[in-house]
């Protein structure tokens, strides 16, 4: 009979940040806010007689679903962060809960466009008081989801900040714009309904639909490129990475064969570095020069004799 045999590492392998309890809290009230507003649209649509608020309140149920996502995601996080079957630990998670969450945005944009185009087509009436009602109300809770849902910046000394060291928590950001995109729709739809109420042009409804799908188009393909890059272990850090390189060949008789950085969670990089060296180093020499990068959380060193150089 096989018997199976669990390796023990030396060293817990978890890269979630701290302010992760925070967010997923966070994530949970945004929730809670959605489905009261959502409760109280339904039954207001019911008691009324009104399809725009009821039309609104399914719609914050998917708005709803959408955030159990990035919660869910904390959440599974957290439960597995110790798991030793992810290999580097579940840092990654909130990753993937961002690109599956960008899809979804998609969808939204796609299904905006196709009612926004149908409208065009075929126009119906519109009862403008109702419609500007619930879109004002849509506007508050998701500008209040916003407020909570922000991301908080975080600096670190010495860190250098450009495009490939923003270190975001891409879990959050998916909530955030998902509450964003609602809160742009809904100031879009205040400002056509206005105009068509008062200047009687109600095309503009279903046109600013459409510009409302082309703008959460980019936000969604912009989250995409972002999570799928941490997802491909694409190198996003490349400043972190030019650090390494000049910490590790700054020594004297050391050339570097191989060097790979990724992403393992938010702010935190692992790095795998190879190098030939003469006379000998141990690997623990390596990592002591590297122990002062901000974001270098594990470090793997392969050492190898150069034999081209002449040994003392």
């Given amino acids: 009979m096989d018997e199976e045999i669990a390796f023990v590492c030396a060293h817990e392998h978890c890269y979630l940040p701290e302010s992760q309890r925070a967010n997923e809290r966070r994530t949970w009230a945004v929730i809670a806010l959605t489905l009261v507003t959502m409760t109280a649209e ?24 959408a955030l159990g996502i990035t919660a869910l995601a904390y959440a599974f996080a957290r439960r597995h962060r110790a798991d030793p079957r992810f290999t580097f630990g579940t840092g990654k998670v909130g990753d993937l809960a961002g690109y599956s969450s960008a899809l979804l945005l998609a969808l939204v944009a796609v299904l905006m466009a196709y009612a926004s185009v149908r409208r065009l087509i075929a126009p119906v009436t519109i009862h403008f008081n109702e419609a500007i009602l619930v879109a004002v ?20 000394p010495g860190h250098h900040h450009d495009a490939y060291a923003a270190d975001h928590d891409h879990n959050l950001r998916a909530a955030y714009l998902h509450v964003l995109a609602d809160a742009l729709t809904s100031i879009l739809a205040i400002v056509a309904l206005a105009v068509g109420k008062f200047w009687g042009w109600a095309f503009l409804d279903p046109v600013m639909g459409i510009v409302g799908a082309l703008v959460i188009s980019r936000w969604s393909w912009g989250l995409m490129r972002q999570t799928g890059a941490v997802l491909l272990d694409h190198d996003q850090n490349r400043h972190l990475a030019r650090r390494i ?40 020499f390596f990592k002591d020069r590297l122990r002062h990068l901000d974001g270098l959380a594990h470090v793997t060193v392969e050492v190898n004799p150069d034999s081209r150089r002449p040994m003392p």
């Fill in 42 to 65: 339904v039954a207001a649509g019911i008691i009324f007689g009104s399809m725009a608020l009821l039309a609104d309140g399914w719609h914050m149920a998917s708005h709803a679903s």
């Fill in 137 to 156: 109300t849509g506007l508050v809770v998701n500008l209040a989801s916003a407020f909570l849902l922000r991301e908080q910046p975080h600096h670190h």
């Fill in 245 to 284: 390189a000049r910490a590790v060949t700054a020594v004297e008789g050391v050339q570097m064969d191989d060097l790979h950085v990724w992403r393992m969670g938010q702010g935190q990089y692992g790095a795998i570095v190879a190098v030939r060296t003469a006379p000998p180093r141990t690997p623990a």
